[in-house]
């Protein structure tokens, strides 16, 4: 029962952290909607848009800076809860769950944080542009990431449940042929 307990409070962690970054993707969706599937040259407002919101980022109050890591850091004790259990499992999709998370993590400070730099520092119209693209490209990259750590972390638990129902059942009969 204990490990039950652990793998549910394991798995609340680490979707919270999922669902609080999309949280935040899903607020920049509606500047990267158009700068990915749209044409910007016919929406100019677009780019003026996006490129105003972006340099605010890049000059939010530095407590604001801390909160992502903070939700890193509830997912990452969810995963290394994960992998002190040291079963096949746990190392199987709490690793593969971390890999994608070292994977999205990568591809915000390689993409995201230059791009934001550039956007905020930037004059040139075509490099701003450009910019704004690839760090719609690198949310979307992400949020596919977040959304394979979710699924392997429900897939994972959903194992982890069914062994413990048939284990019922079978001290149920076990319990029913003693009487």
């Known amino acids: 029962m204990e490990k ?27 500047f990267d909607y158009y700068l990915l599937w749209a044409n910007p040259v016919s929406l100019p407002e677009t780019v003026a848009r996006a490129t105003s919101y972006y340099a605010n980022q890049a000059n939010i109050p530095s407590i604001l800076k801390y909160v992502p890591i903070a939700n890193l850091c509830i997912a990452t004790i969810g995963l290394i809860t994960g992998l002190f259990s040291m079963t096949d499992g746990n190392l199987l999709f709490d690793g593969a769950s971390l890999v994608l ?42 949020v596919l990431a977040i959304t394979g750590i979710i699924g392997l972390q429900v897939t994972h638990y959903c194992i982890m449940k069914k062994p413990s129902k048939e284990e019922e059942e079978e001290e149920d009969e076990e319990d029913y042929k003693k009487e």
């Open 101 to 142: 998370m070292f994977f999205g993590l990568s591809t915000y400070f390689n993409s995201v944080r230059p791009a934001i730099t550039t956007v905020s520092e930037s004059a040139d119209a075509n490099e701003i542009t450009i910019a704004l693209k690839n760090i719609a490209a690198a949310h979307f990259i992400i």
């Open 4 to 30: 039950e307990s652990t793998q549910t409070a394991k798995v609340a962690l680490i979707l919270c952290s999922c669902f609080f970054a999309y949280g935040t993707y899903w607020s920049d969706w509606a």
